[in-house]
């Protein structure tokens, strides 16, 4: 007999990890709302992000890269331009150059936002969701940003201080170095299944190099 209440089950969301770049890709799976690059940056670069936080100098660059086709390299003049006599800078910038290019094969992007900022304070503290397409975001030193698996919190309370989850083992942590590209509700058929997530608390002196790439066109 047939059940007369029978309905049609909702795809799953999932979150995947890897360690590879190529785990990346699965962010275009139409049930994945969140692909971790679970990568160890080179002691280079943690070493430059270190020195340039310990100089408590503001950092708040945004620039838009175009890319008109696959073969194209950013033109990043000027990023951080402030810090380019630190030990690992030019490694630094090539890194972020790779992280554009690949950002931009993947989504087919002909037009990035990219923003660097030096952080002393969560700039989104509430969980939420982005209203964008799909962000790539990476903290280069300090601690990562924080998301939530599908069903901690309801939805309809984002925002809401009282409906965040209040134990730190359902509250899941991005690694330092690691890429995260999340998916926001303006993705083509992920409207209402954008990953919640919001930026770290950070106590008194404590700062995060951070960096973010959005997909403009």
């Known amino acids: 007999m047939k059940n007369a209440f029978a309905f049609t089950a909702q795809p799953l969301i999932d979150q995947v990890r890897g360690q590879t770049p190529e785990i990346m890709t699965r962010i275009l799976d139409e049930d994945v709302n969140l692909a971790i690059w679970q990568r160890q940056l080179p002691v280079h670069i943690v070493d430059f992000g270190a020195l340039l936080l310990s100089l408590d100098e503001p950092l708040a660059d945004a620039?838009?890269?175009?890319?008109?086709?696959?073969?194209?390299?950013?033109?990043?003049?000027?990023?951080?331009?402030?810090?380019?006599?630190?030990?690992?800078?030019?490694?630094?910038?090539?890194?972020?150059?790779?992280?554009?290019?690949?950002?931009?094969?993947?989504?087919?992007?002909?037009?990035?936002?990219?923003?660097?900022?030096?952080?002393?304070?969560?700039?989104?503290?509430?969980?939420?969701?982005?209203?964008?397409?799909?962000?790539?975001?990476?903290?280069?030193?300090?601690?990562?940003?924080?998301w939530l698996q599908e069903g901690v919190m309801e939805r309809r309370q984002l925002g809401q201080v009282q409906a965040e989850p209040a134990r730190a083992e359902l509250i899941q942590q991005i690694n330092a170095g690691e890429v995260a590209l999340l998916k926001g509700e303006k993705w083509q058929g992920n409207e209402g299944a954008g990953l919640i997530h919001r930026s770290p608390a950070l106590a008194p002196g404590e700062r995060r190099l951070i960096l973010t790439l959005d997909w403009l066109a």
């Open 63 to 146: 620039i838009v890269i175009d890319m008109p086709n696959e073969k194209a390299h950013p033109n990043l003049t000027g990023l951080a331009a402030r810090f380019n006599d630190l030990e690992g800078y030019a490694g630094f910038i090539a890194d972020v150059s790779w992280l554009v290019s690949a950002y931009a094969c993947l989504l087919g992007a002909k037009r990035i936002g990219l923003r660097l900022r030096a952080l002393d304070k969560a700039m989104c503290p509430r969980f939420h969701v982005d209203h964008v397409p799909v962000r790539l975001i990476t903290t280069y030193a300090g601690i990562g940003s924080q």
